[in-house]
């Protein structure tokens, strides 16, 4: 229509200059020391810290799974309901979305505590008092409450799309319940389901604050790692850069393993 | 099963769920009106804390912040974005993917990383500077780079940096989608180029460049950690927050929640009903 490339020209160089650049500059740190010189050490040193990744691994893909599992008959049921109702559901489950996380990660803080809400609760019924705050728990659980919509959407997004009538033609051929949540709802909800486990997985293994406010220091994660050596205590450019790569590294893989089934869904995400 | 019980259950379901949701949220509103400093334990009304939170100067000096470079960043995003999408649209296809491919780093990368990538860009800026103002061979006229830039600078540059392929990917696809007989209809009908532009195009574009400004603004509003890494020593409004859960007990942070709360679901029920309006109308006129 209106050929003027001269008009992509601001963007370009923003573009260049603070995406790619910074990221170039990420890798250059990440192998080079201190004086500049051409090294591998950062990344051998990452070594030690694989207890430290193979928890955040571990807790993300936790988070995941549970939230995969919690929004699977959250989005169906949604997407059965009338045209009205689905929306006031949406705005529901979009709502505390809005919330700025940090004020989310705190609610659950007060609730958790050894003297908190839920233990005066329990202790009321006479159990308890348990330790739920500062531990490995407590942080999944902060990843599935804040990422929990992430989850929803884009499955609700999926389901809108299947036919009622697909439903009950399986159950009029003999299907039941189980197989027709296996050979029907599943298969058809993969687009939805393979967008969900990145928009989940990906802000969950790459977390700080919620392992800081959640699992107090016994539970760091890579971005607690990360922050560390940039405005921390070690202070350490070079490792930090080290580590972001193999993070991005982990993201890039995690992304190109669900892409296989969604090309067309991000857009309706974000 | 019957259909009764599974829709029964489907109900006690949803239940727990939004419950979930929403519980914590109710418990810190409770809590806003404790009269104790208590997390945990209500001991009597009050107000006492809305009346210092307005009264205190670090959270409204960042929200005035949080606001000012929402609204910056927003603006110069959305001319930016607008730009680019127009421009890229004349380009070659495969020009097009690779732009929109590292457009999307931002969206896709964690936001620690987008964070640390502009802050060490910051920082190399800053050695850099550093080295040509004190060293003695340099020439005099290129000691002119300011060294102390982490702050507003900082910020509203890595704010535009998240926000611009947002604004993209909205106002992209609407242009793609866009019928050129009009463009070229106001051609034929004696507009030069540039009225073309302002009286078809850009009206044609209005509503996806509005939703993406006001996605802009709402992302750069909620951002915690690609500020965190740019902002220096100042506070916006999420930081602010932070370094306030980091001192435990402040029940002024559960007030803050629940205005926020408050105001954001007026804002949603507002532009609800203006939609619901506005789609009745158009409606009326079919």
């Known amino acids: 229509m209106i050929k003027n490339r001269k008009l992509a020209a601001p963007y370009l160089v923003w573009m260049v200059v603070f995406i790619l650049v910074p990221l170039a500059i990420v890798t250059y740190f990440a192998f080079t020391d201190k004086a500049g010189n051409f090294t591998l050490e950062n990344l051998m040193i990452i070594g030690q810290y694989s207890t430290v990744f193979v928890r955040s691994l571990l807790l993300a893909a936790e988070a995941t799974v549970i939230c995969l599992v919690l929004s699977f008959p959250v989005s169906y049921f949604l997407s059965r309901q009338r045209a009205a109702k689905q929306k006031i559901f949406l705005m529901l489950v979009m709502l505390p979305m809005w919330m700025n996380f940090l004020l989310r990660t705190y609610a659950w803080m007060s609730l958790l505590e050894n003297n908190g809400i839920i233990n005066r609760i329990l202790g009321f019924f006479g159990i308890g008092p348990f330790q739920m705050i500062y531990t490995s728990g407590a942080v999944v659980l902060g990843m599935v409450y804040n990422f929990l919509p992430y989850m929803i959407l884009p499955l609700y997004t999926a389901m809108t799309k299947i036919d009622n009538s697909v439903i009950e033609a399986a159950q009029d051929l003999g299907a039941g319940m189980f197989k027709t949540l296996t050979k029907v709802l599943i298969p058809l909800s993969a687009p939805g389901i393979a967008t969900g486990i990145t928009m989940v997985f990906v802000p969950s293994v790459s977390t700080f604050i919620i392992s800081r406010m959640l699992g107090g220091g016994s539970n760091m994660l890579i971005g607690d790692l990360i922050e560390l050596q940039f405005l921390g205590n070690s202070y350490n450019y070079n490792l930090g850069s080290a580590l972001s790569l193999v993070l991005m590294v982990i993201v890039l893989l995690c992304m190109s393993f669900t892409n296989g089934f969604d090309d067309e869904d991000m857009e309706g995400v974000v | 099963m019957k259909k009764q019980h599974l829709a029964a259950l489907q109900k006690v379901y949803l239940c727990l769920i939004f419950s979930f949701l929403y519980v914590p949220i109710a418990v810190m509103m409770v809590f806003s009106f404790n009269e104790s400093k208590s997390r945990t334990l209500f001991t009597g009304f009050t107000l006492k804390w809305y009346k210092s939170l307005l009264h205190n100067e670090m959270i409204l ?81 290129l000691k002119f780079l300011p060294e102390n830039i982490f702050g507003f600078g900082t910020l509203l540059i890595a704010h535009i940096t998240f926000c611009v392929p947002y604004v993209i990917f909205n106002v992209a696809p609407k242009l793609r989608r866009m019928d050129v007989r009009m463009y070229e209809a106001a051609l034929d009908l004696g507009c030069n180029p540039r009225q073309a532009f302002f009286k078809v195009v850009l009206p044609e574009l209005m509503p996806a460049i509005l939703s993406a400004f006001l996605i802009s603004l709402t992302y750069s509003i909620d951002d915690f950690i690609i500020s965190y890494f740019s902002c220096g020593t100042l506070q916006t409004l999420p930081i602010a927050i932070y370094s306030m859960t980091r001192k435990k007990v402040s029940p002024e942070i559960n007030a803050l929640s629940t205005i926020m709360f408050v105001a954001i679901l007026c804002i949603i029920l507002v532009s609800n009903a203006l939609e619901s309006r506005s789609y009745r109308k158009k409606r009326v006129k079919e």
């Open chain 2, 61 to 141: 000096e960042a929200l005035w912040l949080s606001l000012v470079v929402a609204f910056l960043a927003a603006t110069v995003a959305t001319i930016l974005g607008v730009m680019a999408s127009i421009g890229i649209s004349g380009m070659k296809k495969r020009t097009q993917g690779v732009i929109n491919t590292v457009s999307y780093l931002p969206v896709v990368n964690p936001e620690i990383i987008t964070g640390v990538s502009l802050m060490m860009l910051f920082v190399v800026y800053v050695n850099v500077a550093h080295w040509l103002n004190s060293n003695p061979e340099v020439p005099g006229f």
